[in-house]
């Protein structure tokens, strides 16, 4: 029990992508306001709640794994996130867990909050700076500008887990990096399922900020962002004709001239398997235009090797594709079924040896040309935002490059109080 003259504390365990890290820190910026403590460990607090991924297996097994550990340390424990839309999964093996929640249901894990542990009345602890909690250092923010997604990409699950797309107003999303900013924010990162698509489920809706006129789409975000004076820097971004229209602002240095673009593969016959989106377009042509407008464009992605039904002849095509593109840093995923995607029921799953060797000889080109990439970057002059200091030693980001980007499906643990990272991709 703890002692009615304290506050009650909550532990907080966050797993998954930046966008579930954005849901932990709305939750906790919810029961913050309330007056709730945050708990560094799990024997300082009075209950945890563990956001959970669910994207792939081993996701799934490391969420199951923490949602132990939480028992195991302090016994009661609220479990919401990408794995609470399957509870039966999470109470098989858990039954001593007090409530399960789905993705984004932020009422539904604050009201349990409220019933395993009350909040204490006190209007001083109902004082919260005005841009909320948040789980990032000082100097960068993730601003997530939609939830869900509308594709049907074969190897994934996520729009069944987090639902349809969701986008958050224009003038909603403008005023909070406001906010961000004026709080210290140096550099914001923009991230949904499908940053491309967003207002199209909203019909692009008009807002107001600042005396101008917006609407909730792409470039206007963009816009609008641009104005705040912080780094910006656009995730997430699929290869759309529209997806052009921010080159402009990158070579005018408004906007970070740097686009995550999650390819996934360079065989159209395997991106039609994959069902991604805007798998029709000529990427490479598209590539090509925007480095001719933007030289200095750093361009990130992650690919999937090993998909089912892979042949020899399409998986050269792919390092021929890379070899084109040439892009600036890479990440890559050896396939792995996930339960329930539709991908499962393809024919020909690509033997793991086989994927191996796949995934070992996509890396080893690819890190070839990040390093001659690189290469020419050095003796350049260039702005740096420092991440940390340690033994003499800055490590920094440009406005250019940064590390441990994470995409949808790509793990990380954060642990209050001991800010663990780790990452994959
Ligand atoms: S992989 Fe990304 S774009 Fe495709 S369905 Fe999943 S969330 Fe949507």
């Not at 797993?15 to 913050?32: F, M, Y």
């Not at 069944?160 to 906010?179: F, H, N, P, W």
């Not at 975000?221 to 995730?235: D, I, K, P, T, Y």
Request: aromatic share 8%.
């Amino acid at each position: 029990m703890r002692p009615a003259a304290r506050a009650p504390r909550v532990g907080f365990v966050s797993l998954g992508c930046p966008k579930a890290l954005v849901d932990s820190e709305r939750i906790l910026t919810h029961l913050r306001a309330e007056g709730y403590e945050v708990a560094p460990t799990y024997e300082a607090a009075d209950i945890v709640v563990v956001n959970t991924c669910g994207f792939i297996d081993a996701a799934v097994d490391e969420s199951l794994d923490a949602i132990g550990e939480a028992l195991e340390h302090n016994g009661r424990v609220i479990v919401t996130g990408c794995l609470g839309a399957r509870p039966q999964r999470i109470l098989e093996r858990h039954p001593r867990v007090l409530k399960v929640t789905g993705p984004h249901a932020y009422e539904d894990v604050v009201g349990a909050v409220h019933e395993h542990l009350p909040p204490r009345h006190d209007p001083f602890f109902d004082l919260l700076p005005p841009q909320g909690v948040r789980l990032t250092p000082r100097h960068y923010a993730y601003l997530k500008v939609a939830e869900g997604c509308n594709n049907k990409c074969s190897f994934c699950i996520i729009p069944a887990m987090r639902g349809r797309l969701a986008s958050r107003r224009i003038d909603e999303v403008l005023r909070e990096a406001e906010r961000l900013v004026a709080a210290g924010v140096k550099e914001l990162l923009v991230i949904s399922q499908d940053t491309s698509a967003y207002g199209s489920d909203i019909r692009y809706a008009p807002g107001a900020w600042r005396g101008a006129s917006y609407q909730t789409r792409f470039i206007d975000l963009a816009r609008g962002l641009a104005e705040l004076g912080a780094w910006v820097r656009l995730h997430y971004v699929y290869p759309y004709p529209h997806v052009d229209e921010v080159i402009p602002l990158m070579a005018a240095r408004r906007v970070l001239p740097y686009l995550d673009v999650p390819f996934q593969h360079g065989s159209p016959a395997v991106l039609k398997r994959m069902r991604r989106p805007a798998h029709s377009e000529n990427t490479l042509k598209r590539i090509g235009a925007w480095r001719a407008q933007c030289p200095d464009l750093t361009i990130r992605s992650t690919f999937i090797v090993g998909f089912p039904g892979e042949t020899d002849g399409e998986f050269a095509q792919l390092l021929a594709w890379l070899d084109e593109a040439q892009l600036d840093r890479v990440g890559c995923f050896k396939y792995s079924p996930v339960e329930g995607a539709a991908a499962n029921a393809l024919p020909g799953h690509v033997a793991p040896q086989l994927q191996e060797e796949r995934y070992a000889r996509f890396m080893e080109r690819a890190a070839a040309i990040s390093r001659r990439r690189l290469a020419q970057r050095v003796g350049r002059h260039m702005r740096v935002l420092v991440d940390t200091v340690a033994d003499g030693t800055a490590t920094a980001r440009s406005d250019r490059w940064r590390g441990a980007d994470r995409r949808c499906g790509e793990r990380a643990r954060r642990r209050l109080g001991r800010g663990a990272d780790r990452g994959r991709g």
